[in-house]
């Protein structure tokens, strides 16, 4: 199989094709339809259960956004449960079993690592969320490109793996615009996440995948060979894999996007191929896991669970990672305790409060933010230099560029077809331009959209884990850790049916007011005091639960109450880029 035709196999994976490439609108779309359709096999179902006296099962996957591995089991009583496919296998590889050996030899041959290193590409853009990683490019490198870009000798093929130099999402656009300073480190935490995934997938196959680091010393050295590499290499490219080195290569001249790892190939047991597949290779467990897992941002409230089942995830990963120089630490809460409700109500302040993301989505803060561009039109220029009482006024009456609107939120506006970019300018439906006004109201919106979901924080999962780090640590391991931590956590996790999710955007916005909070409410004192003077910093949440059914009531009780059914199609999934955009072949 040629490597166009591979990439553009996995495009054609079932529900995850259709899923890639696919606007928000498309997407909404399809899961309406899926929707109805499991509504009419549920109705179905229940009348069968009752008439034969025995379990019916539905295949509720496609409405949660998966291939395979995710069922709904009714009853002759009509009550109903969601059950997750368990993958044993996996669970064995996590904990430690089965790791390909340390002697496994170099494989130099890209057409015999190919299928391998594109699905630890996809298996890294599919999980676990999809949306923060899905700016990691990978490059496929020859052992002579490997050579050449690490200046040292080199006996396997691989993939250059880059990734931006700062975070990016609705979110942080969001808060760089309120002037709030990014600190979550997210690159680093994304980066070792979609790392994480590609070794797994690798060892799921019997084959190993070794990390050389790029250290910032080398990396414009590096960066400069790869904008060679890449513009030798254009000629032999065609279609989707020439368009995504072209703009691969702008990004490094722009250096925002930098090479940070090559991971070599190193082969073991011999490829399974299957060429009704995608990429031509049968999947392996791991894979599998991949293809079925969903981030789901509600959990069931009917199935509590211990304490224990959360720490051991914790104590797993941290076991398997080699973490023993104490970078990380955790602090595990129940739904039903005053502290976990307190988070929240920390979480909804950071955007709702006096010094919130509401308060702070202002004009001024926009005309402060605009202020030292150099690019203005004259008429905007002049309004940034107006007194703030007159900010609003003028601020209905001219236009705000395309190019000035932070990268994400205009994507955003754009996506549901209710905005268009052209010359420059968004326009809505009756062809008016964006202002300044009309911009920081949409913003405000999708920031109260947020604090909306923050307030019933405590009410979603029955545990709620915060990933501590250690500061006087280096930071780009440190991080990096913490992202190996959280991908096995959550990779553990769907492997034996629990349903789980991380959040980093809440302790960007309210990271200091949990971080007093915890100080104030552990009895851990040598922790208090970590906490107290600054040496220990809450990074990560991470939720635990079990899968929640389709008659279970959310929000009860409260005006948005709604059904465990409805909530799957209320749940939002975002788009995925075909794997084409993030994966360029050697030819």
């Known amino acids: 199989m040629k490597a166009n035709q591979l990439l553009a196999s996995y495009d054609e994976y079932g529900l995850l094709g259709e899923l890639s490439g696919a606007s928000q609108a498309d997407l909404d779309k399809l899961f309406r339809k899926a929707h109805q359709q499991l509504q009419d096999e549920l109705q179905a179902a229940r009348r069968q259960a009752a008439e034969q006296n025995r379990q019916i099962s539905i295949d509720a996957s496609r409405l949660s956004g998966v291939i395979a591995g995710d069922w709904i ?42 299928p391998l290193l594109a699905r630890c590409a996809y298996n890294g853009l599919w999980s676990p969320s999809g949306t923060n990683w899905q700016p990691i490019r990978t490059v496929e490198l020859s052992a002579a490109e490997v050579a050449l870009v690490m200046s040292q000798p080199a006996q396997a093929c691989g993939l250059l793996v880059l990734a931006r130099r700062q975070y990016q999402s609705v979110l942080s656009d969001i808060a760089g615009l309120c002037g709030f300073e990014q600190t979550s480190h997210a690159e680093q935490i994304d980066l070792a996440i979609w790392l994480l995934a590609a070794e797994q997938t690798a060892a799921g196959h019997g084959w190993r995948l070794d990390s050389l680091r790029l250290a910032p010393q080398d990396q414009a050295r590096a960066t400069e060979k790869m904008i060679k590499i890449l513009s030798q290499r254009i000629k032999r490219l065609s279609g989707p894999s020439q368009l995504a080195a072209k703009e691969l290569i702008q990004s490094l001249e722009a250096d925002d996007h930098y090479p940070a790892i090559i ?27 991949v293809a079925a897992r969903s981030t789901q941002r509600v959990a069931s409230p009917s199935q509590d669970l211990a304490r224990e089942q959360l720490s051991d995830l914790f104590e797993s990963a941290y076991e398997f990672l080699a973490q023993n120089d104490n970078l990380l630490s955790s602090m595990i809460f129940g739904w039903q305790e005053e502290l976990t409700a307190k988070i929240g109500q920390a979480m909804h302040a950071g ?83 964006l202002t300044p006004v009309r911009l ?82 552990t009895s851990d004192q040598p922790a208090k005091q970590k906490l107290s003077q600054g040496e220990l910093v809450p990074v990560l949440t991470f939720q635990l639960g079990m899968p929640l059914g389709p008659d279970e009531l959310v929000a009860p009780g409260q005006p948005n109450e709604h059904s465990g059914l409805a909530e799957r199609l209320l749940d939002k999934r975002a788009p995925r880029a075909p794997l084409a955009a993030h994966y360029i072949p050697l030819e």
């Open 351 to 433: 955007i709702e409060g006096p010094n919130g993301l509401l308060s702070r989505a202002s004009l001024a803060n926009l005309s402060r933010l605009l202020r030292d561009r150099t690019d203005l039109p004259d008429d905007l220029e002049a309004w940034t230099g107006l007194e703030e009482d007159q900010l609003e006024a003028r601020g209905k009456e001219i236009a705000i560029p395309a190019r000035l609107i932070p990268r994400h939120i205009c994507a955003k506006l754009t996506e549901g077809g209710q905005f268009r970019v052209e010359d420059d300018f968004v326009l809505d439906q009756r062809g008016r331009r």
């Open 263 to 289: 991971l070599e190939a190193f082969q073991g047991r011999e490829l399974i191929t299957a060429g009704n597949q995608p990429g031509g290779l049968m999947p392996a467990p791991f894979d599998r896991l």
């Open 73 to 114: 089991r009714v009853a002759p009583d009509q009550t109903s449960l969601r059950q997750l496919t368990e993958f044993p296998e996996v669970v064995a590889g996590l904990l430690g079993q089965n790791k390909p050996a340390d002697s496994l030899p170099a494989c130099a041959s890209l057409d015999d690592a190919r």
């Open 440 to 521: 920081i109201k949409i913003v405000r919106m999708m920031s109260r959209a947020f604090g909306k979901f923050f307030l019933s924080f405590e009410n979603t999962h029955p545990l709620l884990g915060i990933i501590l780090v250690k500061t006087s640590a280096d930071s780009e391991k440190t991080y990096r850790a913490a992202g190996r931590l959280v991908a096995h956590m959550t990779f553990l996790a769907r492997a034996r049916g629990f349903t789980s999710i991380i959040k980093s955007g809440p302790l960007e916005i309210a990271g200091a007011a949990i971080q007093k909070l915890l100080t104030e409410n």
